[in-house]
């Protein structure tokens, strides 16, 4: 079946900092790819999402590539905040109305 | 933006009753709502889609007797957890998609059940 596998975390990060989460993912097909992000005592939303292999999803400085050949989507940033501190979610769709989801990697960004 | 709401946020109850969560789409109308279950440190785990005016389909291994859901209008959907015990603590998450826009789903902000 479907799975995803992203980095474990939590991962600590200085201000400024560049900024990496490893997902890859197992599925049939052409699987549409996301990134969500959840900040404390809110609800997940959507970062940003690829649908097709070698599409660039971005928002506020987050950058992902679908990479079909090493069936990867690595969340990138150039320079952290501490405004990014968040749990985020790597998570892919078969074409059905289901998400299977990563496990969440724990970013902070200290000052 | 599109918000969905949960409540209770968090709930402690006794072995052997019964809870009831809400999940409601504040400014938008949803045909099809979704439950997940997240373990810590593990993935949120689909349980059920809850489509309005019809029955839930539930995942594999999933009890419908034991999760009951009811999807009774556009924006609101409510889990209610039967007869809980402690293996049912877990935090639930629901996530709504709106009649128009069909490929993005809106996520609530979770509650967490303590089941003592």
């Known amino acids: 079946g479907n799975s995803v596998t992203q980095m474990e975390g939590p991962v600590t990060l200085s201000e400024e900092a560049f900024l990496t989460i490893n997902c890859t993912y197992t599925?049939?097909?052409?699987?549409?790819l996301f990134w969500y992000v959840q900040y404390p005592g809110e609800g997940l939303q959507l970062l940003l999402k690829a649908t097709k292999a070698d599409d660039k999803g971005s928002n506020k400085g987050f950058e992902a590539t679908y990479r079909k050949e090493t069936t990867s989507f690595h969340l990138e940033k150039g320079s952290v905040q501490v405004s990014d501190s968040a749990v985020y979610f790597c998570a892919l769709s078969d074409g059905s109305e289901k998400l299977v989801f990563g496990k969440g990697t724990k970013l902070t960004v200290n000052p | 933006g599109a918000v969905v709401s949960q409540h209770p946020s968090r709930v402690i109850c006794k072995s052997g009753t019964s809870v009831k969560i809400e999940c409601r789409s504040l400014?938008?109308?949803?045909?099809?709502m979704f439950w997940y279950r997240q373990f810590p440190k593990q993935s949120l785990m689909l349980m059920a889609t809850s489509n309005e005016g019809s029955k839930a389909t539930y995942e594999q291994g999933v009890e419908k007797d034991k999760f009951l859901i009811n999807h009774a209008s556009l924006t609101l959907s409510t889990l209610t957890v039967t007869s809980a015990h402690p293996e049912d603590s877990s935090f639930y998450i629901c996530?709504?998609?709106?009649?128009?826009?069909?490929?993005?789903?809106?996520f609530g902000p979770g509650t967490r059940l303590l089941v003592l």
């Open positions: 996530s709504a998609r709106p009649i128009i826009g069909k490929e993005t789903q809106y």
């Open positions: 400014d938008f109308q949803a045909t099809t």
């Open positions: 599925a049939t097909g052409y699987p549409s």
